[in-house]
């Protein structure tokens, strides 16, 4: 099992920035990679950004160049840093884990952080 918190939303103005924070604890072992996913309203929740056990990156197109996926291996920690916010992103984040248990894929999620940019 592995239990994922996220904090840092909130409300910003357009062209602001933020810092989310996912702390892992539990089987932290287990785990092969971490993910950003967003959830607006109405709409289908959508990745946003990725980071690999190798620290390989990736990210959603809308947000190349404005987010940065990183994370603290010694605290368990994965962090996305939001910079150059739009009103579009809006949304509930949601932070994930995936991980392999005896040869099957499970993924464990947090329970968001709402992000509001004002225009």
């Known amino acids: 099992q592995v239990q994922l918190v996220e904090s840092g939303g909130g409300l910003v103005q357009a062209g602001g920035s933020l810092r989310l924070s996912c702390a892992a604890s539990?089987?932290?072992?287990?785990?092969?990679?971490n993910g950003w996913y967003r959830q607006a309203p109405g709409k289908q929740r959508e990745l946003v950004a990725g980071?690999?056990?190798?620290?390989?990156?990736t990210y959603a197109d809308s947000v190349k160049g404005r987010f940065t996926i990183s994370r603290d291996n010694a605290k368990n920690t994965v962090y996305l840093q939001l910079d150059s916010l739009k009103p579009e992103d809006t949304a509930v984040y949601y932070c994930?884990?995936?991980?392999?248990?005896?040869?099957?894929?499970?993924?464990?999620w947090g329970q968001g952080t709402q992000v509001t940019v004002s225009s």
């Open positions: 539990g089987n932290t072992l287990s785990i092969i990679d």
């Open positions: 980071i690999n056990s190798m620290g390989r990156t």
């Open positions: 994930n884990a995936r991980t392999v248990v005896k040869s099957s894929p499970v993924q464990y």
